[in-house]
Nanobody, 122 residues
Framework: VQLQASGGGAVQAGGSLRLSCAAS????????MGWFRQAPGKEREFVAH????????LYADSVKGRFTISRDNAANTVYLQMDSLKPEDTGVYFC????????????????WGQGTKVTVSS
């Protein structure tokens, strides 16, 4: 399984970015997909998760109402729409795939992408 994240960049506070994660995997629809982020000097933290069919989503409190996770199983791709960005959203964003376990725990993810960097300036 290979996951390729893209879409990161530098924006001002209040701006928007859309991250994409393309998966090279058979049966992509069998995986729950998540986004995590890691700020400099901090631990990796959960951002959002979407179930295999897209019917269930979960967000960290810090991004709820501002970020939207979605997926296109026909295209083997998961997205993270980030609006109203804040400087504290700065970090490297990773997409990941899981079969089971709590979706907000990084140890339950089986495959990880390489990360895409997001920088939000004030």
């Amino acid at each position: 399984v290979q996951l390729q994240a893209s879409g990161g960049g530098a924006v001002q506070a209040g701006g928007s970015l859309r991250l994409s994660c393309a998966a090279s995997v058979r049966d992509f629809e069998n995986y729950g997909m998540g986004w995590f982020r890691q700020a400099p000097g901090k631990e990796r933290e959960f951002v959002a998760h979407i179930s295999w069919g897209g019917g269930s989503t979960l967000y960290a409190d810090s991004v709820k109402g501002r970020f939207t996770i979605s997926r296109d199983n026909a295209a083997n791709t998961v997205y993270l729409q980030m609006d109203s960005l804040k400087p504290e959203d700065t970090g490297v964003y990773f997409c990941a795939a899981r079969i089971g376990g709590r979706p907000d725990r990084f140890e339950n993810y089986d495959y990880w992408g390489q990360g895409t960097k997001v920088t939000v300036s004030s």
